[in-house]
């Protein structure tokens, strides 16, 4: 265990950073499920709401480091592409 005062406080903050990035990491693996069931049912309307709020989940979390921005660039990549074929495989 930490024995100075600073390595302490470094642990004390490293916790409450752990719980507020696990909270994030799970609104973010919410998000991409919601969008994925929408496209696996193949509700267009629900899968591009879903998206959208996806999109922004990702946005959040990289913008706290909590994941890399390519990281969200690709996950939101491949979740635009599979609305997007969803929504042509519609119209088809």
């Known amino acids: 265990m930490a024995v100075h005062k600073d390595a302490q406080k470094r ?34 309307p629900a899968a591009q709401g879903a998206f959208q709020s996806a999109m922004s989940t990702l946005h959040r979390a990289a913008g706290k480091g909590v994941i890399h921005r390519n990281n969200a660039a690709r996950r939101i990549s491949r979740l635009n592409s599979a609305v997007k074929k969803l929504v042509l495989a519609k119209k088809a």
């Open 11 to 44: 642990n004390r903050q490293a916790e409450i950073t752990r719980v507020r990035n696990r909270s994030v990491r799970t609104q973010v693996r919410n998000a991409l499920k919601s969008v994925r069931d929408a496209v696996a049912a193949g509700d267009v």
